[in-house]
């Protein structure tokens, strides 16, 4: 196992040690003036230590935070960059595992703060408050931050990030309609997301369709994945029937179609479900052969 920086070695009481975990100390409680101090104080007796490069990055921080609020996208494209190339890499080398969450949150929530002045951008989609809120685990922040974007759900980054602060606050049932309209709009970003979320159910339901679906094996069979749920979690029906049903799209037109198929069948109308799964085959015929599986195997 890899340790940290600040982690003593059997030499407990050394000197470096000692200076090394003072500097940790003042940085855990994020004491600027007595940080530098003790980083003085270790760079000038040791100035070969291993450690100084990711101090200085975290003892700079803690020196130049700012209230600022941000007024230009590429601005905060920067800072971000930052953050996620320099500072966490330097918090994940110096501090202990279990405390770099909590050492890191606060830096993005000052960020989305910062941010906030800044209206959603086509060109810099990344540059926004609401995915920095996220960081934060402000859940609460980041819908509010999406909800002032007009028509969010239109757009993948918004839609992306109002799914998973759903999912992060709510659970997955409650996401399942948002995770639909993403993979309808944007199935790449729809692949990221459940991904980065590792959620063991999600991912389960990910490789079944990988195994399953007859596509083609690009990323944008994904476009089909909440009507391919339709016929292997018939009980999502209901969630999934809450979402925007977009009818330029095939595969949201699929999804519906199976919802409606569904009750038809449940209401027994043999000469509308002939209709409807007719509608359905010419959408796709792999998935219309797929729901005409599961319904063989029920009347066996």
Request: one cysteine or more.
């Amino acid at each position: 196992m890899q340790q940290s920086m600040q982690q003593l070695d059997i030499f407990a009481d050394s000197r470096d040690v000692v200076l090394r975990n003072d500097v940790v100390e003042h940085l855990q409680r994020r004491h600027a003036v007595d940080a530098r101090a003790s980083l003085t104080q270790l760079a000038s007796e040791y100035p070969e230590d291993r450690a100084l490069p990711a101090m200085t990055v975290l003892v700079r921080e803690l020196e130049n935070e700012s209230s600022l609020p941000l007024t230009d996208h590429a601005e905060l494209a920067e800072v971000r960059r930052h953050l996620e190339n320099h500072v966490i890499p330097a918090v994940q080398q110096v501090l202990p595992a279990k405390d770099v969450h909590a050492w890191s949150t606060p830096c993005w929530r000052s960020l989305a703060q910062r941010a906030a002045p800044l209206v959603f951008c086509g060109t810099h989609t990344e540059s926004h408050a609401a995915p920095l809120w996220l960081r934060a685990g402000d859940c609460a922040a980041a819908t509010n931050a999406v909800n002032t974007i007009e028509s969010w759900w239109r757009i993948p980054s918004p839609l992306a990030w109002m799914t998973e602060a759903r999912y992060r606050a709510s659970g997955l049932d409650a996401a399942w309609p948002l995770f639909a309209e993403l993979a309808w709009l944007a199935p790449s970003r729809f692949a990221a997301l459940i991904a980065g979320l590792r959620d063991a159910s999600l991912n389960a339901l990910r490789r079944r369709f990988d195994a399953d679906f007859p596509g083609t094996g690009e990323i944008e069979d994904y476009v089909w994945f909440p009507a391919w749920l339709m016929i292997v979690k018939p009980a999502l029906a209901s969630r999934l029937g809450e979402a925007r049903v977009q009818r330029d799209v095939p595969a949201s037109r699929a999804t519906a179609l199976l919802g409606e198929i569904l009750r038809r069948e449940h209401e027994g109308d043999q000469h509308e479900l002939m209709t409807l799964r007719e509608e359905l085959s010419r959408l796709h015929t792999g998935l219309f052969d797929a729901y005409m599986a599961t319904r063989k195997v029920q009347r066996r």
